[in-house]
């Protein structure tokens, strides 16, 4: 019995295609927009979660006293 073949490139993910895509569709300049629009928003996302976060220990905080 023959042992399957190995693979000598790694399988694409979904994130590498949709790049490879991105690139044949769009210039350098719109990708690096996309990227850094994309990029604003997933910080925004973070801080507006760090808010949150000090409001229940600031709540907490007040209910103890």
Do not use: K, Y
């Not at 690139?23 to 629009?37: D, F, V, W, Y």
């Amino acid at each position: 019995m023959q042992a399957a073949p190995v693979r000598a490139t790694a399988i694409p993910s979904f994130t590498d295609a949709l790049r490879a895509v991105e690139s044949l569709l769009m210039s350098g300049g719109q990708r690096t927009a996309r990227r850094n629009a994309w990029t604003s928003v997933l910080e925004d996302r973070r801080r507006a979660q760090d808010r949150v976060e000090a409001q229940r220990v600031l709540d907490r905080a007040a209910t103890r006293s």
